[in-house]
């Protein structure tokens, strides 16, 4: 369903879903699904459902199996909620984003540390001021006090 119509169908299903999934389907299978988005037909006649699942790839496949052992349940609920004509029928899918999202959260955290352990390193082997490596032009000229010595022009 195109234009304004269809996206505040897709945004009234999505959070009346959400509310159905937390307060009347009590399948243990589904733990913490919360849905991610919703794409309505052109028709309005089906509605893909995106649901995210915490844990890993068995979590998805048992939650899948949990919506779609529930979907006439919920379609039933959905209808008595939403105000449309035919309510759309409804396919359930894994949405891989917000894993694939963690995924990449905790690769760039691991960069991180990784170059704060090699920065470290770096600046650990470097000569400190006013050590051996100090006897810079800048270093002798703060020595000696001669700002003519070898200073910016």
Do not use: N
């Not at 849905?35 to 844990?55: M, N, Q, Y």
């Not at 349940?73 to 105000?83: H, K, Q, T």
């Not at 490596?133 to 000696?144: E, F, K, M």
């Amino acid at each position: 369903m195109k234009g304004m119509r269809g996206e505040r169908l897709a945004e009234e299903i999505r959070r009346e879903l959400a509310d159905i999934l937390v307060s009347r389907v009590r399948d243990p299978r589904l733990g913490l699904a919360t849905v991610t988005r919703v794409e309505v037909s052109s028709d309005g006649s089906h509605a893909r459902i995106f649901v995210s699942f915490l844990g890993d790839e068995s979590a998805d496949a048992s939650g899948l199996k949990a919506l779609e052992s529930a979907a006439a349940f919920v379609r039933g609920e959905l209808g008595r909620r939403i105000e449309v004509r035919r309510v759309p029928e409804l396919a359930f899918r894994a949405d891989p984003g917000m894993r694939h999202s963690l995924r990449i959260q905790a690769e760039l955290h691991r960069l991180a540390l990784a170059r704060e352990e090699a920065g470290a390193a770096v600046i650990g082997d470097a000569p400190s001021a006013g050590g051996p490596g100090a006897d810079t032009p800048d270093a002798a000229d703060t020595a000696t006090g001669d700002p003519s010595a070898g200073g910016e022009d």
